[in-house]
Structures are given as structure tokens and as C-alpha cells.
Nanobody, 126 residues
């Protein structure tokens, strides 16, 4: 069972920035495409962004495109989500996830990811 641990969440004002981090085993970072999902209160978990094993491909949901950046450092076993121009509607628990393969699917969904972190709270409010 892969263990993924998120960090970096917190409270930020609208228009502000946060960077989430996710760490895990070397096996995961050496073999897996990885992604971020989020779940707001009363809503289903939704896809945010994903990145392939060697960072050759990345995918973003329409509502974060041009505001969020996903990156990874496989040597340090770290996945990042840089979130800029945050809006109140970005408030959610954010989850790190990993696939069983290194490539991305044509359109990432929860079913594509086998390993999940416990989540970290992000609150955007003045």
C-alpha cells in the first residue's frame, strides 16, 4: 500500500497563493503518474491536475487552468501544486493521488488513480 502525505494547506485570502506538497515512496515517484483532486463540502471529489512520470505531460481541469501549476521532483519524492489567484470556490480538501502507470489517460478521473493521500484543507476566505 503506497503512502502519500500532503502538506502546505491553510487559510489564504482571495487572490493569494499556496503551494501544496505531496511526498511518498521512491517506488511511487519512480513509476507513477500523479495528480491532485479536491473535494468541497457537499460536493463530489473532482480532478484538478495531473502529471506524467517524467513530467513530459500535464493535464489541468478548466477551472484551474492558467492559475495552478503542477510539478514534481522525483529525486526528492515530491509532487507540488502551485496555486495562484485563489478564489473562495477553490476552498476544498485537496488530495494527492498516484497511478499504477507512468502515463496519463486521455482525461483523468478518480478511477485512473490507485493510491491516495489523506488530504489537506485549503480555505480561501477574507
Amino acid at each position: 500500500q503506497a503512502q502519500l502525505v500532503e502538506s502546505g494547506g491553510g487559510l489564504v485570502q482571495p487572490g493569494g497563493s499556496l503551494r501544496l506538497s505531496c511526498t511518498g515512496s521512491g517506488r511511487i515517484f519512480g513509476t507513477s503518474a500523479m495528480g491532485w483532486f479536491r473535494q468541497a463540502p457537499g460536493k463530489e471529489r473532482e480532478f484538478v491536475a495531473a502529471i506524467s512520470r517524467f513530467s513530459s505531460n500535464a493535464e489541468f481541469s478548466d477551472f484551474v487552468r492558467d492559475r495552478f501549476t503542477i510539478s514534481r521532483d522525483n529525486a526528492k519524492n515530491l509532487l507540488y501544486l502551485q496555486m495562484d489567484s485563489l478564489k473562495p470556490e477553490d476552498t476544498a480538501v485537496y488530495y494527492c493521488a498516484a497511478r499504477d502507470r507512468g502515463s496519463l489517460s486521455s482525461r483523468s478521473t478518480e478511477a485512473d488513480f490507485s493510491y491516495w493521500g489523506q488530504g489537506v484543507q485549503v480555505t480561501v476566505s477574507s
